[in-house]
């Protein structure tokens, strides 16, 4: 690997030290960071590339989203107690180690607490969409990402849209100010990649791909290893060229 992407959800905590990590290693990490936010369908995760992690704007923005999501696995913990699955929110806390505290952490807690034997059962039995300890998020506007996001010449690509991306998806998506569609994804088959990647260039949008591994041993259809998805090199060209003639326009 030459080039590794670093885009945690709603954080840049990581970026400065995996550039300490990549600089000794001779690997480029980009900084980035990865938005939820509300589109007409629901949710959609929202890649932001080239983000620059000292911005007072941007850590604003995104202490807020974290503060949201501490007060949504609060909630997630007194659910999970009326479902007779106790856990305590400082452990969920610890698991998150400081960082964007999201539903795998519920998880791990589930799992050591013995509630769940995996993972995957606790999303199945009590996390996921209408199951009983689940929270919807209270989301930004995709606007109001893509605009943060091009303010400070970063560029956009929309995450693992699977079936999703058909054209008037891609056409909702390249209104609201999205830069590029992420073609390559663990649960991408070559017939999704092949539809996203003409669409992306009969939209005149950029292409990204990428493992979305969490670092948390698990290995399914939606992530696999980092490094294990091969990236075309065309492709980092062209986010990095549209973020360069930001920053010159600036």
């Not at 091009?150 to 929309?158: E, K, M, P, Q």
Request: glycine share 10%; charged share 25%; net charge negative.
């Amino acid at each position: 690997m030459r080039t590794v992407a670093l885009t945690d959800h709603d954080t840049v905590g990581g970026v400065a030290p995996a550039r300490e990590s990549g600089e000794r290693l001779g690997v480029r990490v980009i900084g980035g960071c990865e938005f939820s936010v509300q589109v007409t369908w629901g949710e959609l995760h929202l890649l932001g590339y080239f983000m620059p992690p000292d911005d007072p704007d941007l850590q604003h923005f995104l202490e807020d989203q974290r503060t949201k999501r501490v007060l949504r696995a609060h909630a997630m913990v007194e659910r999970l107690d009326r479902a007779g699955a106790t856990i305590g929110v400082d452990d969920v806390m610890g698991e998150a180690a400081g960082g964007s505290v999201g539903r795998p952490h519920v998880a791990r807690v589930l799992v050591k607490a013995g509630h769940v034997r995996d993972i995957t059962g606790a999303f199945r039995k009590y996390l996921a969409a209408r199951k009983p300890a689940f929270v919807p998020k209270e989301l930004p506007s995709l606007e109001q990402v893509t605009t943060l996001v091009r303010d400070l010449s970063g560029v956009t690509s929309a995450a693992h849209l699977g079936p999703r991306g058909n054209r008037p998806t891609i056409e909702e998506l390249k209104r609201a100010g999205v830069d590029a569609i992420e073609v390559l994804h663990p649960s991408h088959d070559d017939a999704t990649a092949a539809r996203l990647d003409a669409l992306a260039f009969r939209f005149g949008m950029l292409a990204t791909g990428g493992s979305d591994w969490h670092g948390d041993g698990i290995t399914d259809h939606d992530r696999t290893p980092i490094g294990s998805i091969d990236v075309p090199e065309a492709w980092l060209a062209g986010i990095e060229s549209l973020h360069q003639k930001r920053l010159q326009a600036q």
